[in-house]
């Protein structure tokens, strides 16, 4: 999936939430999370993508929007499945 494909998706699950269009959000969402969505596609699955975009999706909330740093964070999270560190600077084991 595309980054901008994500952020459609992405402004279609705040905007049925919210009952509203705003282009603003729209726009502000492709620019903050174009980053995130194409290295969740790039080293996840379809799956892994629409998974950052339901999460990001229900912390929209008040007119508030999860910093780019928390989008990764989530990303990270949904990539490394529950969380775990993506290296933990050991040996390999």
Do not use: K
């Not at 952020?7 to 726009?27: G, K, M, N, P």
């Amino acid at each position: 999936m595309r980054p901008s494909d994500a952020a459609r998706q992405l402004q279609y699950a705040v905007a049925s939430q919210t009952d509203t269009y705003d282009y603003e959000i729209s726009h502000w969402e492709a620019n903050a999370y174009e980053d995130v969505f194409a290295d969740v596609s790039e080293r996840g699955s379809l799956s892994d993508v629409m998974d950052v975009v339901d999460e990001l999706g229900a912390r929209f909330v008040d007119g508030t929007r999860p910093s780019p740093e928390e989008a990764r964070e989530i990303a990270d999270g949904v990539l490394t499945a529950g969380g775990r560190p993506l290296a933990d600077g050991g040996d390999g084991n």
